[in-house]
């Protein structure tokens, strides 16, 4: 029964997300995270995370990262942790309409606070990037070199036991932007999410759902709405 809700879940994020085609000139995504976390001891632990954004109504456009971080748990709330993570954004380049690739090399460190009350599950995280970015210059070649901006990422999440595997979660993350190349596109971008997870075995968990994200173009005065179809599935290995 459980797993019926979490399919009626899916199906509400796939038409929620087809159906904003007709509402806003962005286009709908389909993002699909992988994460393995293993387990060293109770203090440290290790996660790797492998995702692929994919732009519905672009051919051949898309957004992958991979990513590993090590993270050390300080006491029964808080934790904290550091990571690289290399991501790559493949766009139609406006000079040409030809596909680029638009690398980056991202070192990160944060620190979160956890809590439970009443049942319910709370979740904060401050991360900080330092982003080493390659951009499309004026006439549409990619710079040689990597420029370096940061990012701040300030993460709430709460999740609501449903049933002993489901569990229905909620979250808002939004990101700032700094650094010598950032202008007029100090807010980064905001995500809105709401989704299912349900627990497959004791170690292996299933979550789908419906993300909203928008962000601020680069000068400053725009911004795009996109209607995300999220598909997440996560492991965990216990030594």
Known sequence: M????LLLITFLASNTMLM????????????FTATEKLLLNDTWNV???IQQRQFVNTPGSFQFLASGTLERKLNKN?????GFMFFDFRLAN???????DLPELRPYEYVTFSYVRNRLKFFNRLLVEQRFQKHLAGEGMVTPNYHLNHRIR??????IPLSSKLSLIASDEPMINFGPD?????????RLIVMGSYKLRENLTLGTGYMNWIFQRVGGKSFDIRHVWLIELSHIIRR
């Open 154 to 159: 300030l993460k709430w999440q709460i999740s």
């Open 182 to 190: 950032i202008d007029r596109n100090t807010f980064d971008q905001n």
């Open 94 to 100: 406006p000079a040409d309409g030809d596909l680029v």
């Open 2 to 5: 459980n797993f019926r809700v």
């Open 47 to 49: 996660k790797l995370n």
């Open 20 to 31: 904003a085609q007709n509402q806003y000139t962005s286009q709908p995504v389909i993002w």
């Open 78 to 82: 808080f934790s904290t942790g550091m």
